[in-house]
Every structure is written in structure tokens, then in C-alpha cells.
């Protein structure tokens, strides 16, 4: 079922990535979170001058949807301007093992769209 999301999902987080504010790195990021009642929640990355406050496209996404209230997170994807794969950067691959542990990962690049999870994005995660 998550399968046939996939391309919904990319779609949407390509929509988020037009409203993207990176106004430091010049790198835009997209992302859309599936929340186990079936909503879509976009995310985008904003930079601040001080790198710290800046916030990622799939933090964003996966807040959105926990703050409206879904429980569980079943997909996420994430997408760049780059024809490369965009993935999570180390801060967000742990925020996604906290809050959206058995979400897939999508992201698009040139070979198509590929599916992880984040137990092969952060082997051996920090747990508590």
C-alpha cells in the first residue's frame, strides 16, 4: 500500500520545495510526511544565520503531522533540486529514528525513486 504513496508522496514534497528559504546554502529541500490516518503534511527547509535555528524540510513535515495529532508516521520522502538522492542529513535521520521509527524513506534521483528504512540510514542508532 505505502508502495503506491511513493510517487504521491515525492510529489507533494516537490510541491514543499518550492516554498524551500535556503537562503545560505542555496540548498533547497522538500519533504511530505504520510501520518497513519492517510494526510499528507509538506515540510520545507528554512536557513537562519545561525545554522543552528535552521530548520530541515523533514523535521518540518514530520512535526506538522505529530502536531496535528497523527500518532504514527508511515512514510516519508524527501527531495532536492540536486538529479541526486537527497537524504537525511545525521540530525534528521536520528529525529526520524525518535519520532517515525517505522516510516519508509523515499527519496528521487536519476535512477528513480528508492525506499529505505531508517534502520539502514542509522545502524546502530543513539537510543536513551
Known amino acids: 500500500m505505502l508502495a503506491e504513496k511513493a510517487l504521491e ?14 537562503v545560505y546554502s542555496g540548498f533547497r529541500v522538500g519533504a511530505a510526511a504520510l501520518g ?3 494526510q ?13 535555528m535552521s530548520l530541515c524540510a523533514e523535521k ?4 506538522k503531522a505529530l502536531s496535528e495529532g497523527e500518532e504514527d508516521i508511515k512514510a516519508v520522502a524527501i527531495v532536492s533540486d540536486s538529479k ?4 537525511p542529513c545525521g540530525s534528521c535521520r536520528q529525529f526520524i529514528f525518535e519520532f517515525a521509527p517505522v516510516a519508509d524513506i523515499y527519496t528521487d ?10 534502520f539502514e540510514l542509522l545502524p546502530e542508532a543513539f537510543r536513551p
Open 40 to 52: 499528507i503534511y509538506r515540510g520545507c527547509n528554512f536557513e537562519n544565520p545561525s545554522l543552528m
Open 9 to 22: 508522496l515525492i510529489n507533494e514534497a516537490r510541491e514543499a520545495l518550492k516554498f524551500s528559504r535556503p
Open 60 to 63: 518540518l513535515a514530520i512535526l
Open 109 to 118: 534521483g536519476k535512477e528513480g525513486i528508492k525506499k529505505y528504512s531508517i
Open 84 to 87: 541526486d538522492y537527497c537524504l
Open 36 to 38: 497513519s490516518s492517510g
